[in-house]
């Protein structure tokens, strides 16, 4: 029985022929991936398959506001722009982010310098090593201390919908979902024998099993490219979303009004726009990816209003970008993307995070002159919403 793996927050690309090229134009061989493909060869492997209303209501004391700002900044009007024209790393108080190749690269040259300098070595004394240079204690409290952040955010969330919105039971429901989902690291490096490719990858997933457990992987390379830990929260919120999409309470025969209506908002406002001859929670139906996206961006915006007190307002801006940084990096030229089941770029940032009431407020943006442009679990109650 297949594992059921829910889409990474970023589409899949043709990530490992860019970095096969980007490391050719840089003078490295192709032994790792020789070596890699004998060690395959040798060991049959199964692959991988693939307001917001009441939002913002008793998140405890008040936090001190951004600094005033006479004009807002350019950002404000043009999200998609602003965030996507960045080339290279952007940067944060946190840390920085780095386009996907970036981390990618730096991956491959760890993997092909053990090789080279143990080519005695077996494929899983390799990934061994691997595991020890890439995933660092360092590394992984970092990754481990923001799971635990963004999983009492959602719960968070959760809890503070009023009763009409989710009762208790559904609460309770969503909760344990939540609180289910493992973070499955390394190492060893056998927690991901049955991918391990993923050590040079930027891939952050949620998927299920086949015996019904959930949990979280890490790719290698991403601890490389995104040390913000705004993207860190934003990747993980988004995973998170997952595992309370609306496909997989679908499959667990749990079925909420109050989800009826965000996707009905989802719909009407084309946050989603489907296929003609789409099959509901199949492939090619974006409203589990853009679910994801919208849970990640109340998790981002409770970040920003309570983790840039005393930023400048150029620190804050560029935390929101470092948050969504890496959703653009399918335009670029040099890459493939996969839209089958993620909504246009320009969607996600702009409308999705763009038009997020407390996102806009943190930098210094003017509200929307329509606050029903943005979706809620009680959209239905919003002006103009026909059902």
């Given at each position: 029985m297949p594992k059921f793996r829910r889409a990474s927050k970023k589409p899949r690309t043709l990530a490992k022929l860019s970095a096969i090229v980007a490391l050719a134009a840089a003078g490295f061989s192709f032994a790792v991936f020789n070596h890699r493909h004998v060690a395959e060869s040798e060991h049959d492997r199964a692959p991988a398959p693939a307001p917001n209303a009441d939002i913002s209501s008793a998140r405890g004391p008040a936090q001190a506001p951004p600094p005033s700002i006479a004009t807002p900044p350019p950002i404000c009007s043009h999200f998609y722009e602003n965030v996507c024209q960045k080339r290279g790393l952007t940067r944060d108080p946190t840390g920085i982010v780095r386009p996907?190749?970036?981390g990618e690269i730096q991956a491959l040259?760890?993997?092909?310098?053990?090789?080279?300098?143990?080519?005695?070595w077996t494929s899983e004394q390799v990934d061994e090593e691997l595991v020890r240079s890439i995933y660092t204690p360092k590394r992984l409290e970092r990754v481990r201390e923001a799971y635990n952040w963004v999983k009492a955010a959602i719960e968070r969330l959760i809890q503070r919908q009023p009763d009409r919105v989710l009762n208790p039971k559904e609460k309770k429901q969503l909760i344990e979902k939540i609180q289910a989902v493992k973070l499955d690291l390394p190492p060893p490096a056998a927690a991901y024998s049955d991918?391990?490719?993923l050590f040079t990858k930027n891939d952050v997933y949620y998927e299920r099993t086949a015996n019904g457990q959930t949990r979280m992987r890490v790719g290698g390379a991403y601890l490389f490219s995104a040390k913000s830990r705004f993207n860190l929260i934003f990747t993980m919120g988004h995973e998170f979303a997952h595992s309370i999409?609306?496909?997989?309470?679908?499959?667990?025969?749990?079925?909420?009004?109050?989800?009826?209506?965000l996707t009905s908002c989802f719909l009407e406002k084309k946050f989603v726009v489907r296929a003609e001859n789409f099959a509901e929670c199949g492939e090619g139906d974006p409203m589990s990816?853009?679910?994801?996206d919208w849970?990640?961006?109340?998790?981002?915006?409770?970040?920003?209003?309570t983790e840039t007190v005393g930023y400048t307002s150029a620190q804050i801006q560029s935390a929101a970008t470092n948050a969504i940084r890496d959703l653009c990096e399918q335009e670029d030229s040099t890459r493939e993307a996969d839209l089958t089941n993620h909504p246009e770029p320009r969607i996600r940032i702009q409308n999705l995070f763009g038009n997020q009431s407390e996102i806009r407020a943190v930098l210094g943006c003017p509200a929307l002159p329509q606050p029903d442009l943005y979706c809620s679990f009680e959209s239905v109650n919003s002006p103009g919403n026909h059902r």
């Open positions: 996907d190749i970036d040259r760890i993997y092909e310098e053990i090789i080279h300098k143990h080519p005695e991918e391990p490719d999409d609306p496909c997989e309470l679908r499959a667990a025969d749990i079925e909420l009004k109050s989800y009826k209506a990816e853009t679910f994801a849970v990640a961006v109340q998790v981002t915006a409770d970040a920003l209003r």
